[in-house]
């Protein structure tokens, strides 16, 4: 995840928060959504996961390694 001086999210991770966000709201409706956006939207969200962990808090350990 990109944090730039301030503490905020990038541009890129705003837009990508924005797309992941409205993709949801689509798929929710029944409308369709391309494959190949929601592969790199479901993509993008486990980057950010892995680097954040689940509750958004920076991941501690080695990915995969299980914490106490």
Not at 58 to 67: M, R, V
């Amino acid at each position: 995840m990109e944090i730039n001086r301030e503490g905020s999210l990038s541009v890129r991770e705003q837009l990508m928060e924005e797309s992941v966000a409205m993709a949801k709201y689509a798929l929710g409706s029944g409308l369709g959504v391309p494959g190949d956006i929601v592969e790199t939207l479901e993509a993008f969200s486990q980057q950010k996961i892995a680097a954040t962990g689940p509750e958004g808090e920076p991941a501690k350990g080695k990915p995969g390694e299980d914490q106490p």
